[in-house]
């Protein structure tokens, strides 16, 4: 089973290819270009002794990283590590006659498909470099000398996002009572990071499952699809206050348009930090909440409700940052405890409702004439009680508690948007006696 | 040698000889230079378990899964078998190659074979510093007869 997200089409077919960088004994590490003479690397990594097909991945590279891997200045390791995008299309068979194709971000990447570390490049091994070299005129090409020494505080997430080419979600806990001077409270920090899990996981499960939750996740590619891109993962810590950089187990990559990924799930990710954004922003009051309040799930709002609380609790001022490298798209927002109190207070505030009608069979246990409250019990053994439809009060007297009674009940399911269940209220239509 | 000896020498003919004649002429020099000849020698290949596979004493231009297989049976090199002096050297070299490429060794071989090239076999080149040298083989060679599997590196 090959891992990694399937994806329906293979972008690769218009390449030139220029030459072998390895080896002379078998040509494993192929050199591409594209129209734009952009490099693009197809790495073989395996045979499949059962299919006999040749396993490669292939990934765009840069002019800088391709001349720093011949001169020695990176292994072959790190020239796959900088791969654009920071992911790697796998495939089976040839490029020219490719299937099973998969996208896999460089982490995932089993070990027994990528170099030594200390493996560096060796003109001995390379028939074609004179070739490669010549192609993208790598001899005169400067290798930038670009290194960002000065990180600015607004632009840190753009820094680390563009340095490990990947799209990042920071979480920045500023000084407070628990966070101060590099260091966080453990149990502070890890409420922080599950309750906004919980809010960033029920906002994925919108996008992947649909807001009613009734797209169903069935073939073992979707679960691991849905598995990679409902979940996130830390990848970096700071010690500047306290900040936590997250992004989706399935990140982003510029390999392949959005909208040839077969459902989109690599976009997902950008668009589930967005609404994630979205949704803090438009529940701070009660108007704002229109906006958002059938837009999502309404279990967004229950975890939505458990992160202010987190938040409200421990007096946290939190700093939310998203940036992508690839779409350059930036969002950023900020929770302390008065929008927090805020959210709280729009969620407690902001009413849902549900109805329902249907009929029951059963005998009345209670009857009040005066307040027209009853208590009755179908014939399944059910316990109904509410109130008997101000239309019906004059007929209230002739009811007694031996007959079978039809019920047409009309139930009013209420609750607040943040609760986890709703509570009914049932209002009494009509009354039947059943001979 | 007398000049009797002289007129019954007749030069044999190098397996796959038209092709390299082929890419001698493109490249307009020789495959097969003054620095092949013909050797007595021990020589040492990777191979797979069964020395009758038929991938063992392929040359790399007849891989048909070679992504650059058009390109490889225009080159000298594509029409020559690899073979090293020593079997320190063959495994010394799959083990360099493995570092790169960890599961190689289920392309290149598994094991080393050793055999006795001679001067009837075909032209060896120079022996590299890694202890490895190109053979051109003569025609109707069959090294799989002459070869003996000797050492397992790597499982398949």
Not at chain 1, 127 to 153: A, C
Not at chain 1, 196 to 201: P, R, S, T
Not at chain 1, 394 to 402: A, D, G, R
Not at chain 2, 42 to 53: C, H, K, L, Q, V
Request: aromatic residues 12%; contains cysteine.
């Amino acid at each position: 089973m090959n891992k990694g997200l399937h994806i329906s089409s293979f972008s690769f077919t218009d390449l030139f290819c220029v030459g072998a960088l390895l080896f002379k004994e078998y040509p494993s590490t192929l050199v591409y270009a594209d129209k734009n003479k952009i490099p693009h690397i197809v790495e073989w990594v395996d045979l499949d002794k059962e299919t006999n097909a040749n396993r490669y991945f292939i990934y765009k590279t840069s002019y800088d990283d391709l001349k720093k891997y011949i001169d020695h200045s990176i292994s072959h390791f790190e020239l796959i590590l900088n791969a654009t995008g920071g992911a790697v299309v796998f495939f089976d068979g040839s490029i020219e006659d490719a299937s099973n194709f998969n996208i896999l971000s460089i982490e995932n990447i089993q070990s027994d498909y990528l170099p030594s570390p200390k493996s560096y490049f060796n003109y001995e091994d390379s028939e074609d470099i004179g070739e490669i070299i010549q192609y993208f005129n790598l001899s005169n090409y400067q290798v930038s000398e670009k290194i960002i020494t000065t990180i600015t505080k607004d632009k840190i997430v753009e820094y680390h996002a563009e340095k490990q080419k990947t799209e990042l979600f920071r979480l920045h806990l500023n000084t407070g009572k628990y966070v101060a001077h590099g260091r966080a409270q453990t149990d502070i920090l890890g409420g922080t990071l599950i309750s906004f899990e919980g809010l960033y996981h029920e906002i994925a499960n919108d996008h992947l499952k649909g807001k009613d939750r009734t797209k169903k996740i069935t073939t073992k590619q979707d679960k691991i699809d849905y598995a990679a891109t409902a979940n996130t993962e830390v990848v970096l810590n700071e010690a500047a206050s306290f900040s936590i950089y997250i992004r989706p187990k399935s990140t982003q990559t510029q390999i392949n348009n959005n909208s040839e990924i077969n459902g989109s799930i690599i976009a997902a990710g950008e668009q589930i930090f967005h609404d994630v954004i979205d949704v803090i922003n438009n529940t701070i009051s009660s108007d704002l909440i229109e906006k958002v309040k059938n837009k999502y799930n309404h279990t967004v709002f229950v975890k939505l409700h458990e992160f202010a609380e987190h938040v409200k609790k421990y007096d946290l001022n939190v700093n939310l940052d998203y940036y992508s490298p690839i779409s350059n798209n930036r969002w950023e927002d900020r929770i302390d405890i008065i929008n927090a109190d805020k959210i709280i207070t729009t969620l407690d505030n902001t009413l849902v409702f549900e109805d329902d009608k249907f009929d029951i069979i059963g005998k009345f246990t209670a009857i009040n004439c005066k307040t027209r409250y009853c208590t009755f019990n179908s014939n399944e053994d059910e316990e109904y009680s509410g109130y008997i439809d101000d239309l019906l009060k004059e007929t209230i007297p002739t009811f007694n508690f031996v007959d079978l009674y039809t019920l047409t009940i009309e139930r009013k399911l209420i609750k607040k948007i943040a609760d986890a269940d709703y509570k009914p209220t049932d209002k009494i239509m009509a009354v039947l006696i059943k001979k | 040698m007398s000049k009797a000896q002289e007129e019954i020498v007749v030069e044999k003919e190098i397996k796959y000889h038209l092709k390299i004649a082929a890419i001698e002429k493109a490249i307009n020099g020789n495959c097969i230079g003054a620095t092949y000849q013909e050797k007595d020698t021990d020589a040492y290949r990777w191979t797979f378990e069964d020395i009758s596979d038929e991938r063992n004493f392929r040359p790399r231009a007849l891989d048909s899964q070679n992504p650059q297989q058009e390109k490889t049976a225009k080159k000298c090199t594509g029409w020559s078998l690899s073979f090293f002096d020593s079997q320190k050297n063959a495994i010394e070299k799959l083990n360099y190659y493995c570092a790169d490429k960890p599961n190689f060794y289920k392309k290149l071989g598994t094991h080393v074979a050793k055999g006795k090239i001679e001067k009837t076999d075909g032209k060896s080149g120079d022996i590299n510093t890694s202890g490895h040298f190109e053979h051109f083989e003569y025609k109707d060679v069959d090294f799989s007869k002459k070869f003996k599997v000797e050492f397992k590196i790597y499982n398949e």
